[in-house]
C-alpha cells in the first residue's frame, strides 16, 4: 500500500480563494483525520470521520472549513475563502477504528495563502 | 478536559548527552500514551508507546501516573535523533490528540 495519499503536496494561493485538500486513505481503514500543523500552535485535530461519519468537528476552526468523505476512499477539506492565516501544513491520517494509537500521516499539504 | 502539555518547544543537546522531552497530560481515567516522530521531510509516525515498554532506538517513555507525565528519554544522543516530537495521549475516545511538539536538534 502506497501510504495515505494527500494532494496537492505544494499549494500557494491568495487571499479569498477556495482551497480545497484531498485524501486517500490506507485501503481498509475507517477512521480518518485532519490536522492542522503550524509553529504556534502544533498540531491540532480539526476533525475526524468513522465509517464515513463526521464524528467531532470541534477542531474546525470556522465556517469557512469544511470537510467531506463521501467514500471509504477519499476525503476533501475545503476552505473557502482563504485567509493569510490558514497558512499551515494539513495533514490527513487514517486508521483502524479502535486502533487510534496507531495512525497513519499522509506526507501533507502545505498551503500558503498570500 | 483532556489536554497534554509539552513544555519545551525547542531542545538542543550535544551529541552523546542524554536526552529527556517532558510531557505532561491531563486526562480522566487511564489514558493510553505514545510518541510520535516527524524527521525532516518524512512523515508523522509512531515512535513508540507506553503500553508496550519497548526501547525503540534507543528511546524509552515511562508512565508515571502519580506525576501526569510521560517523559520521553535516550541516555545517549545521536544526531539522526534530530526531529520534531510529539506526545499523544488517547483516553479512550476514538482520536489522537497531540502536544504541541518539541523540536530536537542535536549538535555535533
Known amino acids: 500500500d502506497a501510504g495515505v495519499i494527500q494532494s496537492p503536496r505544494h499549494e500557494v494561493t491568495e487571499m479569498g480563494q477556495e482551497v480545497t485538500l484531498r485524501c486517500k486513505p490506507i485501503?481498509?481503514?475507517?477512521?480518518l483525520f485532519w490536522y492542522r500543523q503550524t509553529m504556534m500552535r502544533g498540531l491540532e485535530l480539526l476533525i475526524y470521520?468513522?465509517?464515513?461519519?463526521?464524528?467531532?468537528d470541534s477542531g474546525m476552526p470556522e465556517d469557512r472549513f469544511s470537510a467531506k468523505m463521501p467514500n471509504a476512499s477519499f476525503s476533501t477539506l475545503k476552505i473557502q475563502p482563504s485567509e493569510p492565516r490558514d497558512s499551515a501544513v494539513y495533514f490527513c491520517?487514517?486508521?483502524?477504528?479502535?486502533?487510534?494509537?496507531?495512525?497513519?500521516f499522509g506526507e501533507g499539504s502545505w498551503l500558503t495563502v498570500v | 478536559a483532556q489536554r497534554v502539555t509539552q513544555p519545551e518547544k525547542l531542545l538542543s543537546v550535544f551529541k552523546g548527552a542524554p536526552v529527556e522531552l517532558k510531557c505532561n497530560y491531563s486526562?480522566?481515567?487511564?489514558?493510553?500514551l505514545f510518541w510520535y516522530v516527524q524527521y525532516s521531510r518524512q512523515r508523522l509516525q509512531l515512535l513508540l508507546r507506553?503500553?508496550s515498554r519497548e526501547s525503540i532506538k534507543g528511546f524509552t517513555a515511562d508512565l508515571n501516573k502519580g506525576e501526569t507525565s510521560f517523559h520521553l528519554k535516550k541516555p545517549f544522543a545521536q544526531e539522526e535523533d534530530s526531529a520534531m516530537y510529539y506526545c499523544?495521549?488517547?483516553?479512550?475516545?476514538?482520536?489522537?490528540?497531540f502536544g504541541q511538539g518539541t523540536r530536537l536538534t542535536i549538535n555535533p
Open positions: 491520517a487514517s486508521t483502524l477504528r479502535g486502533l487510534v494509537g496507531t495512525i497513519y
Open positions: 485501503s481498509g481503514h475507517n477512521s
Open positions: 470521520f468513522n465509517n464515513n461519519v463526521p464524528i467531532d
Open positions: 486526562y480522566s481515567g487511564s489514558p493510553e
Open positions: 507506553h503500553i
Open positions: 499523544a495521549p488517547s483516553g479512550g475516545a476514538q482520536k489522537l490528540v
